[in-house]
Structures are given as C-alpha cells and as structure tokens.
Nanobody, 125 residues
Framework: QVQLVESGGTSVQTGGSLRLSCAVS????????SGWFRQPPGKEREAVAA????????FYADFAQGRFTISRDNAKNTLYLQMNTLTPDDTAMYYC??????????????????RGQGTQVTVIS
C-alpha cells in the first residue's frame, strides 16, 4: 500500500512561485510512475506533470511546460513540483499520485493506483 501526503499549497500573488511536496510512505517511490494532477474550481481534473519510475523521463502538460518542474528525492521518498510564474488560471487543488504500471507520457488522472488528499493553490491577481 502506498500513502501520499501533499504539502506546500497556499495563496500566492500572480507571478510568484511555489514548491509542492508529496511525502510517500509504504513503498519506494522510485519504483512507481508518479506525477501531479490538478482540479481547478468547477472544472475537470487535468494532468500537470509526471515522471517515469527510473526518473529518466519527465512529461508535462502544455500549460506547465517551461514553468513547472517535477522532481524526486529518492532518499526522502518525496516527489516535488516547482511552479514558477503562476497565474490565476493555476488556481486549483493539486494532487500527487502514483501508478504501479509504467507509462510513457502523461497519464489520465483517473488511472493512477494511488493519490493523496490534495493541497490547495490559490493565485491572487
């Protein structure tokens, strides 16, 4: 069983930066395809970024490319999402998630085996 707990969400001004963290317990995150997805208010969930199990490949949604960076610290068993140049459109609940099945590319949010409870990011204009 994999448990994921997100942190780092808060309110930030437009143009600001945030780093989200996802602490994982129960299994070694390095053995899982892992990523972040978000759900803006009143909208569907959407994939943000993901990383292959080996960490050799990363994948980003078009809106995240160039602004967001996904990374992982294997020693801490923690997944991160660095977000820069934030806009009000980035306001959402952000979730980290993991899949025991390997994928290439962004995985639909509904196909992950495990996910956390989410952390709220609000970007103020």
């Amino acid at each position: 069983q994999v448990q994921l707990v997100e942190s780092g969400g808060t309110s930030v001004q437009t143009g600001g930066s945030l780093r989200l963290s996802c602490a994982v317990s129960g299994r070694a995150l390095k053995n899982y395809y892992s990523g972040w997805f978000r759900q803006p208010p009143g909208k569907e969930r959407e994939a943000v970024a993901a990383m292959s199990a080996g960490g050799g490949s990363t994948f980003y949604a078009d809106f995240a490319q160039g602004r967001f960076t996904i990374s992982r610290d294997n020693a801490k068993n923690t997944l991160y999402l660095q977000m820069n140049t934030l806009t009000p459109d980035d306001t959402a609940m952000y979730y980290c998630a993991a899949s025991s099945i390997q994928h290439y590319g962004l995985l639909s949010p509904n196909r992950f085996n495990y996910r956390g409870q989410g952390t709220q990011v609000t970007v103020i204009s």
